[in-house]
């Protein structure tokens, strides 16, 4: 799978990720009026018009990017429907063969983190038969627990030819409270992405591993150093846009052979109409400006990484 | 939330709480039978049987314990069907008057983290409605993304009179790898303690904040300091049993008072009828055997905390 997170980001020649974070206010009248009608204004409602307005994200923009990443806990807010509506995200994006990215940040231990990875990524066994649970392609993981938490996700991993990205340095302002502790005078994120770095060796693809690592873009600097420290690793970098992250923050999380890293909007682009600079096209046509957004994005880190050649 | 626990506990005696982790390999053959000749050999026919599995643990035990803990990762394996399962466990637990502790272990940041704690612990708005998702009284979360994850959970605690326990020192054996990394001399679960109960006075019930720890029974000393450095939280203990806690290690977690930890056993419990000391209960008579595991445990702690005294 990361072989093919790797030929989609050739082909497309966009490193990016769209994030499929689906807050009501976000979606357009019109859409939010239909599901209504439909299921009142139930938990159904709000799951049918988030279906449907990913649906409209997803056609109008798949053609442009190798990659998508639902957050779970947009779908989970909204109980059982949310997480139907998830499911159904899930299958569509796969169905249109973009790589599926969960934003799940679970992490447990033992047959505990395996459940979950058997949940989002693999196959549950029930008597003599098997099945794909929500079945993303890759899954965000939390490192808190060590070792026992992350390897049974990798167990699973290596069974379906799937990966995940640990947490190594989030991108939020108070990140730092633990992450940036120092440890024999270097930050723990540091201590975190050398682990990063270990499991993935037992998991690799041609040139990278299927186990990546999230930086935030809001930390350009350190993520030179964690660049550095994890060469094999892909990095899956979300800030950009909205959180502060510029195109010019995110050059050092490349490699020289212009891969490594796969850069993630959520708001910037799905609720693209809602700014200055898309309004133009109103809310009716939410989707072209996600589809601009998405364009304008690309020649934005096309346009850093060419500089820096 | 947390008054009602401790209430709870004083009740019964029992600083207990049960492990709701249903794997398909605990339960009976003949809840199996039932359920996938009902559903077939199905996902829904695997959270039909976790589901009457539950129901006839927790009509055996429920007189007897203040809490129950269900582990969302064992249903998230058997993809909406296990949600489902988890969802109707919960909302029986509550019936049954148990409070619930999601051990969901979530964490994220800023409006995402507010998500999940909606999802788990509030209401969401939908137009001019709101509705409750999966509406335990706990739920377990992971500090690694510091103060901007947590907080939005305490944020919708308070609205819901809710609680959480925070990941501090985790009961298995790499959970070291960083949690036990030195900063300044002290390790990072000692900063990580400090920072619970510096949340905890944000959202403080009568004795005890609503904002507890979770702190595993297999590292009795590093769970005496961390009582010392949390006087006011209270301590979810995992790793009893099972996992290799037993009721003498588990006193330095408690406080003077008799209160301040509740101690969680899963497998001990629920799996029971299989263990060589209750077999004779038979798989007919699981729910029988879960009864007497719970009275062994409750006088095994309390065993435990009169010798101390």
Redesign the interface.
């Known amino acids: 799978m990361i072989n093919q997170l790797v030929k989609k980001i050739q082909k497309t020649n966009a490193p990016i990720v769209v994030g499929l ?1 689906p ?2 206010s976000y979606i357009p009248p019109h859409i ?1 009026d239909a599901a ?1 009608r439909e299921y009142g ?3 159904e ?2 799951a049918e018009a988030i279906w449907q307005f990913n649906k409209g994200i997803v056609d109008a923009t798949y053609d442009l990017i190798p990659a998508v990443k639902p ?1 779970i ?2 779908y ?5 429907p ?3 509506a998830y ?1 159904k995200t899930v299958d569509y994006c796969r169905e249109k063969e973009l790589v599926v990215i969960g934003d799940i ?9 395996e ?2 990875a ?3 990524l693999g196959k ?6 098997s ?4 079945n993303e392609d890759f899954a965000t993981v ?8 992350v390897k049974p996700f990798i167990k699973v991993c290596k069974e379906e030819h799937k990966g995940l990205f640990i ?1 190594v340095k ?10 940036d ?4 005078g270097r930050p ?1 994120y540091e ?2 992405g050398e ?1 990063v770095a270990e499991w993935g060796e037992e998991h690799m693809g041609n040139a990278y591993s299927y186990i990546g690592a999230v930086v935030g873009a809001t930390y350009p600097k350190m993520g030179r150093t964690l660049r550095k420290i994890m060469p094999k690793t892909f990095i899956l970098v979300p800030g950009y846009g909205a959180q502060g992250g510029k195109g010019a923050d995110l050059v050092h999380f490349f490699n020289e052979d212009g891969l490594g890293a796969i850069v993630n909007s959520s708001r910037g682009i799905i609720a693209a109409y809602k700014q200055d600079a898309y309004q133009g096209f109103g809310a009716d046509n939410f989707q072209d400006a996600s589809r601009q957004a998405v364009l304008d994005m690309v020649a934005d880190i096309d346009g850093a990484l060419k500089a820096v050649k």
């Not at 549950?124 to 038969?129: E, F, L, M, S």
């Not at 989030?170 to 992450?179: H, M």
């Open positions: 974070d807050m009501l939010q209504f204004e139930t938990l409602g709000a957050q806990a947009m989970e807010q909204f109980g059982i949310g997480m139907v499911q940040k679970r992490g447990d231990i033992g047959s505990t983190s459940a979950y058997i949940g989002h549950v066994q029930v008597g003599a038969k099945f794909y649970g929500f939390n490192p808190y627990l060590g070792s026992d938490g947490l989030t991108s939020n302002p108070s990140s730092g409270e633990f992450q502790q120092l440890i024999d723990l201590l975190v682990k």
